[in-house]
C-alpha cells in the first residue's frame, strides 16, 4: 500500500470523523497504523480539533449515552472504557453526571436484573442472588446501587 500524504490522511480522518463521533486517540492511532509520523498525526488531531471533527466533550456525551442506554452499562464500565480513550477523568465525571440521573440508573439497572431473573425459580436460592450481583458488577454497577436496585426487587441482598 502506497504512504498516504499529509493531505490524504487529513481526508480520510475527516471522513471517519464524519460518519460517527470519535475520540482523538481513535484518530491518532488509526493515523499511525496508516503509517503517518506520529508529529504528522498529532498535527493532523489538532487541526480536526480546530475545525470541529473531534470534540472530546461531544465524543463522551455520545459515549456514556449510548452505553449506558443501548448496552446498559454501568458507571464503572462507561468510565473505564473512556479512560482507555484518553478521555480525562474529570470530563468522564461531570459527562456521567449531566447524561445519567440516580433514578434513571436504579431503573435501568433493576430492568438488567429482571431480565436476568427470567427463568430463575422464585424464591431465588442464594446462588442465583449471587449470579444476579455478579451480573450486575460486570456491567459495571457500584454495589451500593446494586443494593438498591436488589431491594426494589424485594430481593435481599444480605448474603453479599
Keep these: 500500500m502506497a504512504q498516504l500524504t499529509y493531505e490524504q490522511a487529513l481526508s480520510k480522518a475527516a471522513h471517519l470523523c464524519s460518519t460517527?463521533?470519535?475520540?482523538?486517540?481513535?484518530?491518532?492511532d488509526k493515523l499511525i497504523t496508516w503509517g503517518i509520523p506520529s508529529d504528522a498525526a498529532e498535527?493532523?488531531?489538532?487541526?480536526?480539533?480546530?475545525?470541529?471533527?473531534?470534540?472530546?466533550a461531544r465524543y463522551a456525551h455520545a459515549f456514556v449515552h449510548d452505553k449506558f442506554n443501548y448496552e446498559h452499562w454501568g458507571k464503572m464500565k462507561i468510565a473505564y472504557n473512556l479512560r482507555n480513550k484518553g478521555i480525562s477523568d474529570s470530563l468522564i465525571s461531570n459527562t456521567l453526571d449531566d447524561v445519567i440521573s440516580d433514578d434513571e440508573y436504579v431503573s435501568v439497572l433493576a430492568d438488567?436484573?429482571?431480565?436476568?431473573?427470567?427463568?430463575?425459580?422464585?424464591?431465588?436460592?442464594?446462588?442465583d442472588k449471587a449470579k444476579l450481583y455478579r451480573f450486575a458488577a460486570q456491567r459495571g454497577f457500584e454495589s451500593r446501587y446494586i443494593s438498591i436496585a436488589l431491594n426494589a426487587l424485594k430481593i435481599s441482598d444480605d448474603e453479599f
Design 20 to 28: 460517527a463521533e470519535k475520540a482523538p486517540q481513535e484518530i491518532f
Design 43 to 56: 498535527e493532523i488531531v489538532c487541526k480536526l480539533k480546530e475545525e470541529k471533527y473531534l470534540d472530546e
Design 112 to 127: 438488567s436484573l429482571k431480565s436476568k431473573m427470567r427463568g430463575m425459580s422464585v424464591p431465588l436460592s442464594q446462588n
